[in-house]
């Protein structure tokens, strides 16, 4: 897998990931594995990722760590009622953050840059999905931007 290693610890294998920014800024690892990959498609991933739907990896057990930038990152906490978003301040990328009292590492699955090893396990808050978030997958694929 790219820019991935293990780590041993105490005869446990630990998956090391690496992700960053956009601009580069912001750079960290996450020591461990992932719980849950979701698909969530309420109002408020939709307005704060801009797209269809946010794309988020869990973890419970998994480690974060900041390799440079951390000054430039800073959380939003919507209203304080639990929707959380941690950006770059430079670029805006959405970045890692750690919810629950510590409980909880939750990482936007865009700004790794290793290869993982989860696939989505569902889409949540279906029922909240965009009018237009329908039959995506019979939309016309391009390797580039299309002419025209």
């Keep these: 897998m790219a820019n991935q290693r293990l780590n041993y610890l105490e005869g446990d294998l630990l998956m090391i990931y690496k992700g960053s920014c956009l601009c ?9 594995d992932f719980d ?5 498609h309420c109002e408020r991933c939709r307005k704060d ?4 739907h946010a794309a988020n990896l ?3 057990t998994a480690n974060l760590k ?4 951390q000054d430039k990152t800073k959380t939003f906490n919507f209203r304080l009622e639990g929707h959380i978003k941690s950006f770059c301040t430079d670029c805006g990328s959405a970045l ?3 919810q629950m009292d ?35 997958e019979k939309v016309p694929k391009f390797q580039e931007l299309p002419n025209g």
Aim: charged share 15%; with cysteine.
């Design 102 to 136: 510590g409980k909880l590492l939750v990482v936007p699955a865009g700004c790794m840059d290793s290869d993982i090893n989860i696939k989505p396990q569902g889409h949540i808050f279906y029922a909240s999905k965009a009018n237009w978030d329908t039959d995506l």
């Design 58 to 60: 869990f973890s419970s």
């Design 49 to 52: 990722t801009g797209s269809a």
């Design 96 to 98: 890692p953050n750690i």
């Design 24 to 32: 580069g800024e912001v750079t960290f690892e996450i020591e461990g």
């Design 36 to 40: 849950n990959f979701y698909l969530c």
């Design 66 to 69: 900041w390799l440079s930038g």
